[in-house]
């Protein structure tokens, strides 16, 4: 069996949670506040597409596509 691949907002969830530097430094650089990233990390609150991209910016994050079992393409 496969292992399932996790959603994006669940792999974001990980790089803050894991990220070297503390929420309170997400927030001051995003201009996100601790409680909606706090919010978004237990899974209560989503966040917007221009959140989405502060954070990824903060932390240096890309979307790499992994097309490898991707059903779209036939394969």
Partial sequence: MAAKRQ??????RDAIVNA???RYRISQET???EAGLS???NGTAGL?????????QCLNL??????????????
Avoid: H
Avoid at 48 to 56: C, N, P, T
């Fill in 7 to 12: 959603r994006l907002s669940g792999q974001l």
């Fill in 48 to 56: 917007s597409l221009e959140s989405i991209d502060k954070i990824g």
């Fill in 31 to 33: 201009g996100i506040s």
């Fill in 39 to 41: 919010r978004f990390v």
């Fill in 62 to 75: 890309e979307i790499v596509a992994n097309n490898q079992n991707d059903k779209r393409k036939g394969t």
């Fill in 20 to 22: 070297e530097i503390t």
